[in-house]
């Protein structure tokens, strides 16, 4: 080890741990704003923040969410786009693909559906 470095040499604990506590200090404090932004929305928009979040596993199950809702009391067309909306944001949800499914059936469309 070289002399100019031996000042740094005992103060290399003290320097990490100085700083894995800022690193810890950040990521608490953008979580916390985060998620008092998802809490203070109204739930019809929470899907809008997931997607500005760029949260696409979020905003995929929120759009599967709103789909299935939709189904659920006959709204076949809005819940089909949201159940596209969450294949579009990730394009492996099988139970997207599923709802998607269900409303196709529902509309009569059952050979579409099996694609």
Do not use: N
Not at 9 to 15: K, L, M, P, S
Not at 55 to 64: K, L, N, T, W
Not at 76 to 81: E, G, I, N, Q, R
Not at 91 to 114: C, K, P
């Amino acid at each position: 080890m070289s002399p100019e470095l031996g000042w740094l040499a005992g103060r290399r604990a003290v320097i990490c741990a100085a700083l894995a506590i800022v690193m810890a200090l950040g990521f608490a404090v953008v979580g916390w704003r985060e998620g008092r932004a998802w809490l203070r929305a109204p739930r019809d928009e929470r899907h809008v923040l997931a997607v500005r979040q760029r949260s696409d596993f979020r905003a995929g199950e929120v759009f599967y969410r709103r789909g299935a809702a939709f189904l659920s009391k006959g709204e076949l067309k809005t819940a089909a786009d949201e159940f596209r909306a969450a294949q579009a944001v990730d394009r492996w949800s099988a139970a997207a693909r599923y709802g998607l499914g269900m409303v196709l059936e529902r509309e009569g469309r059952g050979e579409e559906a099996v694609k």
